[in-house]
C-alpha cells in the first residue's frame, strides 16, 4: 500500500532591495534547503505547497510614486500586483518540475505571520518551512519576524532556515 507524500509547506516572498524582483534571499535558501536536505531524490514522497503572501499596504496603494487617470489604471496596477506574486511563484514551481517533485502554489493577500498560520490551517500540511534573515534581538524590536511568530502560532511543526553568511546585503534587514 503506497502512503501519501509528506506534504511541505515553504512559505515564500519577493526581495525587499529595490529593482531586485526575485524571491528574497531567505525564503529561497529555505526552498533550495527543504529541496537539498529533504527531499533529495525521493521527489515521489514529497509535494511542495508553495504559498506567496503579498503585503497590503494600509492604504492599499503599493506604487506611491504612480499617477492615475482613469480607472483603467487602477485595474492596471491591481493586475500588475497580482503578476508579481504569480511571477515569484513561477520561480519556484519550474525548478519543482525540473527535479520532478509535485507541487501547488498560490497567493493570498494580508499580514504574511497571519495569513501563513491560517494557511497552514486550512490546507494542513506536515511540515512547515520558513527562511530567516537572522537579524540580532535589537533588528528584531524593531521589524519583527515572521518564522518568530510562525513558530509559535502555526498549528504543524515549523523549521525557520537561515541565509547564508555571505549572502548577507549591506542592511541585514534587506533580503
Not at 506567496?52 to 492599499?60: A, F, K, L, N, T
Not at 519543482?96 to 494542513?124: F, N, S, Y
Amino acid at each position: 500500500m503506497e502512503s501519501a507524500p509528506t506534504r511541505v509547506m515553504v512559505a515564500v516572498n519577493e526581495s525587499t532591495m529595490k529593482d531586485h524582483p526575485h524571491p528574497s534571499i531567505s525564503s529561497k535558501r529555505a526552498f533550495e534547503w527543504t529541496l537539498e536536505k529533504m527531499v533529495r531524490s525521493n521527489t515521489s514522497d514529497f509535494k511542495i505547497l508553495l504559498l506567496h503572501v503579498q503585503v497590503v499596504d494600509e492604504d492599499g496603494f503599493d506604487e506611491v510614486d504612480s499617477v492615475y487617470a482613469s480607472p483603467e489604471d487602477f485595474r492596471e496596477m491591481r493586475e500588475s500586483n497580482k503578476a508579481k506574486g504569480l511571477h515569484l511563484l513561477e520561480f519556484f514551481v519550474k525548478r519543482c518540475h525540473e527535479i520532478g517533485v509535485g507541487c501547488e502554489a498560490w497567493v493570498k493577500k494580508g499580514d504574511p505571520k497571519e495569513v501563513i498560520c491560517q494557511e497552514v490551517i486550512r490546507v494542513r500540511p506536515d511540515l512547515l518551512v520558513v527562511g530567516s534573515r537572522g537579524l540580532g534581538r535589537f533588528q528584531k524590536v524593531f521589524v519583527g519576524t515572521v518564522g518568530a511568530f510562525c513558530v509559535k502560532h502555526a498549528e504543524c511543526p515549523v523549521i525557520t532556515i537561515k541565509r547564508n553568511a555571505d549572502e548577507t546585503p549591506s542592511d541585514p534587514a534587506d533580503d
